[in-house]
């Protein structure tokens, strides 16, 4: 089946099984290896990647429902080789240890900023409840949330 | 030839020649896929089917359609109005990844006993709507993962009567374990200078399916709140409750949280009254 989509901005088409998981599409596919499988179950948020200004686990979702969708994954957010200013404020806040969580965790970061500008601690709880990091104990993770939301 | 269609209109389910397995938002078929379950499946894919998307407000009901998601509920402030039990059902169902895929369609015919819109659709009275008639979810659940569906017979909307009544939901155990570990209580009723009527009591992850809590409903019945009555119900609720497992430690506590969470509604609720 043919499923034509916009991926990091930029329109693009792939031939493939409709009910491939977008995160083998996305890494195999299209060689975009920041999106991460931790348990390909819906629990660690290790493969959350945008559709159309939501969050979403990418290993639960058909390539098939990606039709005429916008999406961007982590390699979407950064300009070249200019970071963004999330993946600034976690690398200043020591929010990244192994860095496996860390794709999907600046992801749900930039769909509640783009939402909230000024979020309660709650409510970074919350937008970070889907995303599981078993090295930082989440502390520098809400930090670096913070710092963000202290430049803007 | 792939074993794969979409439909995009709801006449189009005529044109389907064989059994089909429904994909709405896939939280459920995929880690089930994943541990190789489903893999003989044909699957239809409903998520294209814009007019099952859409919350209607009629004269008397609110008809939601079949792929309303769990965020859905969240956002639109028709739910909180007049459905509040769902509304806080889907406050604390899954992860926001989870919320912004699950609909409430899949929610339903999966069936699960800890399914968390169900316990809330009890007790609001609600109907199910498929392509081929209407039911009262009281008689739609038959078992753990069994329903009345037919196979190819689609869930497409949900109908909730917009009557002037109070709804709760509240689930209670262990922090980041499996859903289904988690007791829930939904509970309705109109509150008239002080007394309860309509009540209607609705209990999850305690059966085989979810379970109406009738004698607590008859008890509670025409009864002035009170601390008292409060106590008395939670009692109640716990007996009823028939905890899954046999396990018997477990058992037990399912039903004393069962018990518990009816009484902590119910406190907040009198605190509000005094
Ligand atoms: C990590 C994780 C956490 C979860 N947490 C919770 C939780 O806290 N509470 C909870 O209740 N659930 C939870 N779930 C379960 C799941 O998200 C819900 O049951 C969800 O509502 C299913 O909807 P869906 O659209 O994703 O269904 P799908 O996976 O697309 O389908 C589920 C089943 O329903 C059938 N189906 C779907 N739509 C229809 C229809 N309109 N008519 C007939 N049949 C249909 C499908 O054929 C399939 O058998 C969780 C799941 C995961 C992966
Ligand atoms: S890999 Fe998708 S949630 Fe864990
Ligand atoms: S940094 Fe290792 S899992 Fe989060």
């Known amino acids: ?152 | 030839m792939e074993k794969f269609i979409k439909i995009s209109k709801l006449a189009d389910l005529k044109k389907i020649k064989n059994p089909v397995k429904f994909l709405a938002g896939g939280t459920d078929i995929y880690p089930l896929l994943k541990d190789g379950f489903l893999e003989n499946e044909f699957f239809c894919d409903i998520s294209g089917i814009k007019e099952l998307k859409e919350t209607k407000i009629k004269k008397d009901v609110l008809e939601i359609g079949a792929l309303v998601t769990f965020s859905d509920v969240i956002e639109n402030p028709v739910f909180k109005k007049y459905a509040n039990a769902l509304y806080e059902s889907a406050l604390v169902m899954g992860s926001p990844q989870i919320r912004n895929r699950a609909t409430l369609g899949g929610n339903i015919a999966n069936a699960s006993p800890s399914g968390d819109s169900i316990p809330p659709l009890f007790v609001l009275k609600a109907k199910i709507k498929t392509n081929l008639r209407t039911v009262d979810i009281d008689r739609f659940f038959m078992g753990p993962k069994k329903t009345i569906l037919k196979k190819n017979e689609l869930i497409t909307r949900i109908i909730i009567p917009k009557e002037q009544k109070e709804s709760y939901f509240m689930k209670v155990g262990p922090r980041k374990a499996l859903a289904i570990s988690k007791v829930s209580v939904a509970m309705a009723f109109k509150m008239q200078k002080g007394v309860l009527k309509d009540v209607r009591v609705a209990l999850g992850a305690v059966g085989p399916t979810v379970l109406r809590a009738k004698k607590t409903e008859d008890f509670l019945e025409g009864k002035h709140l009170s601390d008292r009555i409060i106590k008395k119900a939670g009692e109640i609720v716990s007996s009823e409750a028939m905890p899954i497992d046999d396990f018997r430690s477990l058992a037990v506590y399912r039903r004393k949280v069962a018990g518990s969470i009816l009484e902590k509604i119910l406190e907040g609720r009198l605190k509000w009254v005094r």
């Open chain 1, 1 to 152: 089946m043919k499923i034509s989509f916009k991926l990091n901005g930029k329109r693009v088409i792939v031939d493939t099984d409709p009910m491939k998981r977008l995160l083998d599409v996305l890494r195999e596919d299209f060689n975009l290896t920041g999106t991460k499988e931790g348990c390909g179950k819906g629990e660690c948020g290790a493969c959350s990647v945008i559709v159309d200004g939501k969050i979403v686990n990418s290993c639960l979702f058909p390539v098939c429902q990606a039709e005429g969708c916008e999406i961007t994954t982590i390699e979407g957010l950064s300009d070249g080789e200019k970071l963004h200013p999330i993946q600034k404020a976690f690398i200043e806040a020591g929010a990244v240890q192994c860095g496996f969580c860390t794709p999907g965790m600046v992801l749900a970061t930039k769909v509640l900023l783009d939402k909230k500008k000024n979020p309660t601690d709650e409510e970074i709880k919350e937008a970070l409840s889907g995303n599981l990091c078993r090295c930082t104990g989440y502390v520098k993770i809400i930090e670096a949330v913070k710092k963000v939301r202290r430049k803007k």
